[in-house]
Structure formats: structure tokens, C-alpha cells
């Protein structure tokens, strides 16, 4: 039993409640004090280098979401007719966390090659990639900041994907697809405040993500959302330190004297 039940349909809800949960979760970041002790970057690095406006990201990011809700929609009305989405009863707790972490590291898969062929091939960077790195400074709803076709194929290919293969039903997808949005959102926060779960418990986090933004780390660390698995495994894992800076904040340097491996 779910609070929509009886009010809108599990697919209408796995479309729209990642889409609400993130401007709500995002604006919450947004309209917080500036909290300079907690900044990865200060206030002027975020105005200087940024080469985009909030009122533009803010266009971009509706545009993805646009075409995101339309693929889903029809994603949920094709595998409802053709019962690709698996059963449509809900199955046992355990077996729905297995299907949670099928959906992660699928999701992760997808995203870690594809991003990192974004990178690897000038043509799709200069013309694609390039325009979620125009913020150097991430904030947390620049999170899906992308070019429309990235958005396609990065975000909701791979979204697709991952409720294909896990089996999950559509009122699974909701929660796997909300977490999946509320984890994009905080890894580009860029703040550490003490006590976040995602800080806890993911080695892929705000400041493992700042790290990719930045120059020095533009052909490293392309793990997103959940983990750093591929990372580590294919040698694109850049280590670093987590400093305080002297004005106030934190940095997230790295490790001096590393080399890839």
C-alpha cells in the first residue's frame, strides 16, 4: 500500500515524482544560506567560472525533464501492454532490493561507458558533453544540466535499462528512480555537510564528483550515479584529500605526487 494508491497509477508517479522530488530537493539546496564553511568552491569561484546562468540551466534542465517524462511514459505503456516490466505484483522486500542493486550497477554501467566515450571523443564533448561542464562549479540543480540528446542517452536510456533488467515493477521503479534523482542532485550539492548519508556511505559522492569537474580531473573519476566500481577497475580513479581551506570551506585536492595507474 502506497499514499498515491487509488489516485494516480504507479507509472504516472515513476514519471512525475523524480521530476517534482527534484526541484524540491534541489531548491531546498538552492535556497540555503550561503554556508561558506561547508563550500567546495567560495561564492566568487562560483560566479567567475561558471559560463552559464541560473535562468539557463534552469530552461536546460526543464527541456531534459520534457523529453524524459514523455520516454517514460511510453516506456510504462509499452511494457504494460507487453508485460516486459515483469509482474506487476509487488514481490517480497528482499527480492525488491535485489532488484534495486541490479538496477544500480546496471544504471552505473551504462552511464560510467557512455560518459567516458563523451570524453574521449572530441566531437561529442565539444558539441554534447561540454554543456554540463560549463558548470565548473556544480550547484545542485545544475545536476541535470545537459545537452538534450546527452540527457537521452545518458540519463533516461540508462534509466530505461535499468528497470528492464532488474525486473522491477513500475511501483519499485518509483522509489529506485527517486533515489536515483535525490543522489544525482546531492553529488553536485558542492557542499560537505557534516552528517550526509550519501557522504557516509558512498565512496561516489559531492567531492568525488567535484573532482571530475574540475581540469585536472576531466578524464578521471566518470562513476556516476551510485558507485566507483568501473573506476577502480579500469584505472580512471583519480584519490584525493579533502582540505579545509584557510578562508573557510573545503577543497578537494588530489593526492600529490599520484600518477595513473
Not at 552505473?108 to 561507458?113: N, P
Not at 561540454?130 to 545542485?140: E, F, G, N, Q, R
Not at 536510456?157 to 543522489?183: E, H, P, Y
Request: with cysteine.
Amino acid at each position: 500500500m502506497v499514499f498515491w494508491e487509488g489516485y494516480v497509477s504507479d507509472e504516472t508517479m515513476g514519471t512525475f515524482a523524480p521530476i517534482v522530488l527534484y526541484w524540491i530537493y534541489g531548491g531546498v539546496y538552492q535556497l540555503l544560506p550561503p554556508l561558506d564553511r561547508f563550500r567546495l568552491h567560495t561564492r566568487q569561484e562560483e560566479a567567475q567560472k561558471n559560463l552559464v546562468t541560473l535562468p539557463c540551466v534552469v530552461r536546460g534542465v526543464l527541456l531534459q525533464q520534457f523529453f524524459q517524462a514523455t520516454v517514460a511514459q511510453l516506456l510504462f505503456l509499452i511494457t504494460s501492454k507487453t508485460n516486459l516490466g515483469g509482474p506487476t505484483t509487488q514481490p517480497p522486500i528482499f527480492i525488491q532490493l535485489i532488484q534495486f542493486l541490479v538496477a544500480m550497477f546496471v544504471m552505473d554501467t551504462w552511464q560510467y561507458f557512455v560518459h567516458r566515450y563523451m570524453h574521449q571523443n572530441k566531437f561529442l564533448y565539444r558539441h554534447i558533453h561540454s554543456k554540463h561542464h560549463s558548470l565548473i562549479v556544480p550547484y545542485a540543480i545544475g545536476a541535470l544540466y545537459n545537452h538534450p540528446l546527452e540527457g537521452l542517452l545518458l540519463d533516461t536510456v540508462g534509466g530505461v535499462l535499468s528497470f528492464l533488467v532488474s525486473g522491477m515493477t513500475a511501483r519499485t521503479a518509483v522509489f529506485f528512480f527517486c533515489f536515483a534523482v535525490i543522489k544525482t542532485v546531492d553529488d553536485h550539492c558542492g557542499l560537505w555537510l557534516p552528517g550526509n548519508i550519501f557522504h557516509l556511505f558512498f565512496q561516489n559522492n559531492t567531492a568525488y564528483h567535484d573532482i571530475h569537474h574540475q581540469l585536472q580531473g576531466l578524464k578521471y573519476n566518470y562513476s556516476q550515479p551510485f558507485f566507483s566500481i568501473w573506476d577502480h577497475i579500469l584505472g580512471t580513479h583519480m584519490p584525493y584529500n579533502l582540505v579545509k581551506r584557510e578562508e573557510g570551506g573545503f577543497e578537494a585536492r588530489p593526492v600529490k605526487g599520484w600518477k595513473e595507474e
